[in-house]
């Protein structure tokens, strides 16, 4: 077990929270389809007494993604927003937390229509730079909340200098790594405390999966995040976290294609006269290429941009026509599955950000989030070419 706990990526990927089941030598280990365990007297159970509180299955997902992600504690929730929801409750009435403008739609509609309930307050903060997360740091502030690449508009927040502000004034760095994953980005390693996952996206990755997860070395806040799981409940089923662990086991071939398919398309996008804009950071034209190349990076040290593009068509007209002639990609909500995806976030992903904000950070109604799958490229690429040639 050790040895694999310190090897590489793609082994622990495969290995680790996974061994073979000791009751029969099967390989793969079992779907624990339990709700309760038996106790052989009073209060004695092997560990394990009732599946909201702990399960076998749920274990091993939780070990895994904590070795991933460099952390000491996994915690896998039933969805993205249910983890923000964890994390969210952890603070109390009064508190308040910075939050990068430009997030995904949920995680804005959370916290502006749910969580506002109970008096915890947000700022929207531009994060791409550090004065305006410096400037609205108050004395009942208690974390700064990223996404970095943020959804839809791929901006970055420079996570290793926010985490280090964040330290020096007692705050939390929590960084949403559901774009990147992992393979492309450890947040922890940069000095973030939290790092949490829709895995409905590239972990799960083949986009049949709803579910969640957080990742800390930090043992008080985990210890409140076992307890909040348990509490509130928000559990995924032992099948999906099998699910998730079998789809774990290859991660990291399905980000290196996810990742050179993405870079050929970002070229070949940028050169298009109907793309009045792009919003890639494996471009050299990104205003924060530069970031990118350090910051977002495979276990074995090469650049990596990950699978998300989104582009200006220059309207609503525009965006629509371009989607209804896309024959591979699919028109959808959600990013991160084997199969290439359009999504129009005006509409669909970010419908709920009310339209002077989504536009103070450019997302106007003819963005266009391309999710490039792992399918051949030059498929993909063909088949961009002949619908933005409607535009032509
Ligand atoms: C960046 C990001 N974070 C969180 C979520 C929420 O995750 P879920 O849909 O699994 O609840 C999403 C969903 O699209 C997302 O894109």
Redesign the pocket.
Known sequence: MSRKVNSGFATRAIHVGQEPDPATGAVVPPIYQTTTYVQSDLGVHKGFDYSRAANPTRRGLEENLASLEGGQYGIAFS??????SALMTHFRSGDHVIVSAG?????YRAITQVFNRFDLTASWVDTTTLGPVAAAIRPETRAIII?SP??PMMSLTDIKAVSALARERGLLTIV?N??MTPYCQRPLELGAHVV??????YISGHSDI???AVVTSDEQLAEDLYFIQKTLGAVPSPFDCWLTSRSLKTLAIRMDRHNSNALQLGRFLVERPEVKAIYYPGLPSHPQYDLAVTQQRTPTGEPAFGGMISFETGSLENARAVVQRLQIFTLA????GVESLANHPATM?HASVPREVRESYKLTDGLIRLSIGIEDVEDLETDLAQALAVLA
Do not use: W
């Open positions: 969805s993205g927003m249910a983890a923000l997030v995904y739609g949920g995680t996404e943020s959804n949403d559901t774009f949490y996952h829709s895995t409905t996206k709803i579910g969640g909500e959600s990013l991160g992903t």
